[in-house]
């Protein structure tokens, strides 16, 4: 969960996004896993714990700072061939942001299908 709400910051989306997680169950639920630990690195607790975990990234936020968030970027490259490549302007790019305009599109299909289909509408 914590990763999920780290990645809606991260990436600013807001409530018309959708982010999915998986909750596991408890580690605990998993006798032959604490064994084959045990057997491997010893009866775990909290000292053993906090040795496994000394490399891991001492960011708190778990988050990849080299590389850029990968809406960011989409956006970047959906401007340069909608607006610099196609002539489309900037707010017809801007106005795809809304959820609207995507149900709009979709009331479309059957235009869309026949001028596809007939070179008309």
Known sequence: MLAAIKTVK????T???LVVTVAT????RYPS????LAGREGTQNRDLALRSNRDLPSRDDGLDPRRPPARSAGTTKKYYTWVEQQGKTVEALQMQRDPDFWREQRGRVDEIDNYSANGSA
């Open 33 to 36: 896993v604490l064994e084959w």
């Open 10 to 13: 991260y990436y600013k989306l």
């Open 25 to 28: 169950d408890g580690f605990d």
């Open 15 to 17: 409530a018309d996004d």
